[in-house]
């Protein structure tokens, strides 16, 4: 395997984890083992060109050995689409980790039989499976959920993923019908582990350090990815691996850092102001909830409509 038991992944996030985001994060919390990018999906008609899937990672952290070296290269594909091609061209390009995205929930990617649509079909999951792994010599991965519908396929899934060469599989314990609602079910990692030989990642409902220890310890997993829990707090590797306990004091010095990094890349772009304000705002989400009238300061924060009064936000916390 190529990265330790114990890991901590920073999930892919579409709309969120581009170079930009990917490069704040690496940079200001590097005890994240990994970052993942958002999926770059394998053209139906017409390959793309190699500059546009080198573009999908970002030139800089492709130029950087150390950024390269913890950024996992994430794809989604269907069975018809031209897997073969897109594949290839990251293998091309040096990539040495790819993971299939297959718990994207997206009614349009499900429409278009692709993300979790291929854990309802398993030929046309296999036929996908066996493509990549033959073209793909180094690390491959796939992010799954438990299922579709329900998770009547779901044992059947991770042994066809083990059965055709996966190196691990990463599994957010919902089904695709379930989306993002409820708690998800830990026990379905613990059962994952159980029967499976292919080291298994969990991922979903993880925010804290307690959640941290105790996923680890409940599921026996080799390694966790965190996503909603890293937006709310994208220190969450350093917290945990430092065993520090966080607090007020530490959210609000960290959320400060945190925009101010991620926003003097953004500043750089060329797009108009109203989109690098909504960039921050992307990010927003959960990040404010622990502090005092957290809700309140988010819903400000939203409201904004200059950088002058964002900031001016962040610097009274």
Known sequence: MPFKEGSLIFAPMEGITDVHYRETILENYPEWDFVATDFLRAPSVGPYPVKHVLKHYGKTSYEDPNKQSKTIYQMLTTEDA????????IKGLGFKWLDLNLGCPSKTVCKHRGGSFLLSDLVALRKVIKIIRASFPHTFTAKIRVGYKDDTLFKDILRLLEEEGVDA????????????KGVAKWEYVKTAVETVNTPIVGNGDIWT??????????????SVMIARGALKTPWLARLYKNGLVDS????????KRYYRSYFERVDKL??????KIRRLKAISRYIFDDLEDGEQKKRSFLLSKTREDMFSLLESL
Do not use: G, N, P, W
Not at 248 to 255: V, Y
């Open 82 to 89: 031209l897997t073969e091609d897109t594949v290839s061209k």
């Open 169 to 180: 599989i990463t599994i957010h314990a919902r089904t695709r019908d379930e989306m993002y």
């Open 209 to 222: 350090v307690e959640d941290i220890e105790r996923y680890f310890e409940y599921t026996k997993c080799h």
């Open 248 to 255: 007020q004091e530490i959210r609000a010095q960290e959320i």
């Open 270 to 275: 060329d797009m108009e102001e109203l989109k």
